[in-house]
């Protein structure tokens, strides 16, 4: 098959890329920067896709399948303009922060999503799920039967440039001090190695599978998927047990940037459901998961690359959890 991948060079789309190439497909990776980034065996092709539907003029060929990761609506719009005739199949990877409650369990793809990202607003952070549902609504106008969603939760593995996923097991491998950690009662995990979508991904391209699917892995309540982390690492260093509230008065940020807690969402912000999403449509469809050890030991071997003791963009560094366990151990 012939497989254009709109990027290629970092994490989800690179891993694509890789797992098309490994299964002898001929695979063409659009990229501002490709030289030296995309995977072994596939072609790399400069294109900047702020340029409008011209960034596309040297892959204007057909393609078996494209695969978009983009969150522009813009950006979407002008490659559905260039290539949505000539794809006989198109994957575009959401996410599942479309969904508009996220404190329901069990949320499958039925569930109401944002109202779509006007075309005047400009996407961020703030309104990411409406930009996602805006690039959605676009793909599906032009390609009907054509178009797979994928809507995954956290992807976590090697290459991971946001370090949330790789923050604990990393931390765990770090040293022999404390750990700090959220006494998250009731609080879940809900993670999918990143390998395991591409594959799953790529699958579905070969098939031309169409239709809306969450992907993501499986539900595990947040403090036991810590001491199931704790069990595969072989960590017995003490374990420093802190409140939601405590935490909060003490500016530990929840779930992800510099000085977080990553994974931890505190009780009482209707987020009950978000790591507790329904991946049945998507298993059903062939989405399989491997072993949690062999997704935690990969993401050590990477965070060791990288360095342990590396500045994070997401969890707390090792002076400030020293600081954070000094405090809570002289409280009242």
Not at 164 to 189: C, Q, T
Not at 202 to 211: F, I, M, N, P, R
Not at 238 to 247: G, I, K, S
Request: hydrophobic share 40%; glycine share 10%.
């Amino acid at each position: 098959m012939k497989i254009l991948i709109l990027g290629g060079t970092v994490f989800l789309s690179r891993a694509v890329a890789q797992e098309y190439v490994a299964r002898g497909h001929d695979v063409t990776c659009l990229a501002r920067r490709p030289d030296g980034r995309i995977p072994e065996g596939a072609r790399g092709v400069s294109g900047e896709r702020s340029r409008g539907v011209d960034a596309y003029d040297a892959v204007l060929g057909e393609w078996d399948e494209v695969v978009d990761v983009a969150t522009d609506p813009h950006l979407v719009r002008d490659a559905l303009s260039a290539l949505g005739e000539r794809a006989r199949h198109w994957t575009y990877v959401s996410s599942c922060s479309v969904y508009v409650d996220q404190n329901q369990p069990d949320c499958d793809e039925s569930n109401a999503v944002f109202a779509p990202l006007d075309g005047g607003e400009t996407p961020g952070p703030e309104n990411y799920g409406a930009s996602k549902v805006a690039c959605e609504t676009r793909c599906r106008e032009a390609l009907d039967e054509r178009l797979l969603v994928v809507r995954p939760g956290l992807i976590v593995g090697a290459g991971d440039t946001s370090d949330r996923g790789g923050y604990w097991p990393a931390r765990l491998s770090r040293d022999h001090e404390p750990v700090l950690v959220p006494e998250a009662h009731g609080r879940w995990a809900q993670m999918i190695d990143v390998r395991d979508l591409a594959q799953w991904m790529v699958g579905c391209g070969e098939d031309a599978t169409a239709g809306t699917f969450n992907a993501v892995g499986e539900r595990r309540l947040l403090g036991e998927f810590l001491e199931e982390l704790r069990v595969i690492l072989r960590h017995h260093d003490d374990v420093v047990l802190v409140a939601d509230q405590w935490l909060l008065e003490h500016d530990v940020s929840p779930w992800a940037g510099p000085e977080s807690l990553p994974l931890w969402i505190p009780a009482g912000r209707d987020f009950d459901g978000f790591a507790r999403r329904s991946s049945t449509k998507a298993c059903s469809q062939g989405l399989a998961l491997r072993p949690l050890a062999e997704t935690v030991n990969d993401i050590v071997a990477y965070e060791i690359l990288l360095g342990l003791d590396r500045d994070r963009g997401a969890g707390l560094s090792a002076r400030r959890e020293r600081q954070l366990i000094e405090e809570f151990a002289s409280a009242p």
